[in-house]
């Protein structure tokens, strides 16, 4: 079972100089992909319980278009096991103007992580 979203990160999102993405941004999004998942294969949103592993490629900037991806790659009682991986697909080119943009022909992955999440058994109504 897949998830995706597809969304821009605004200048509001970005958090150092030279507009830069805080990375903490990018697990924000793998949890909202997490919870799709979890709605879908168990109609619960269940919750967080921890990430195994995560890594940050390459740097986010504000007005850069991420497309986040995430599968259940193994199901226990109670939890979920979920690798998420998020790519840059859009580039802003203000060297050009302060509209143009780029959709890239191949995406940048940004980060990848892997996670676990719970629905408690009481709480799942499908599957």
Do not use: W
Request: hydrophobic content about 40%.
């Amino acid at each position: 079972m897949k998830s995706m979203i597809r969304l821009r990160m605004s200048s509001s999102d970005a958090h150092y100089g030279g507009n830069l993405v805080d990375g903490a941004r990018i697990l924000q999004l793998f949890g909202d992909v997490a919870t799709e998942l979890l709605i879908k294969h168990d109609g619960d949103e269940g919750l967080f319980k921890a990430y195994k592993d995560i890594e940050f490629i390459a740097p986010v900037y504000g007005g850069d278009y991420l497309e986040v991806v995430g599968e259940i790659t193994k199901v226990g009682n109670s939890s979920r096991e979920m690798k998420f991986e998020a790519r840059k697909v859009i580039v802003p080119r203000v060297d050009i103007c302060d509209s143009a943009a780029d959709f890239l022909d191949e995406p940048i992955v940004v980060c990848k992580a892997v996670g676990t999440c719970v629905v408690p058994k009481k709480l799942q109504r499908k599957g």
